[in-house]
């Protein structure tokens, strides 16, 4: 993850598509003031906003969090926790199914 918001690597991602930052806060659902600060590194984006900026430059949400420097979970990817637990429900449940199963023969 970046420490840092790359807005170096962002401007050149708009550049390719021919994008300004104004359609990128739009994109977002951000005010142009709230985009300065994030590309300031003041103000860190929410999962909406990497999901709403990876789509709008054809990236996933995880490349767009690592380069915002955003310490939360990218949108779509589980933390090891997360998926640790649905690992752990999803034999929980195939244990029941098979005791249910036992129970009826």
Known sequence: MALFFDAEWFDARLAERGLSRQVLAAAAGMSAADLALAFKDQRELSAGE???????????????????GVSTPAPGHPSPTEARLAALERRVAALEAEIARLRRS
């Open 50 to 68: 990497v999901a709403a900026f990876a789509e709008l430059l054809g990236v996933e949400a995880r490349e767009v969090a690592d380069r915002a």
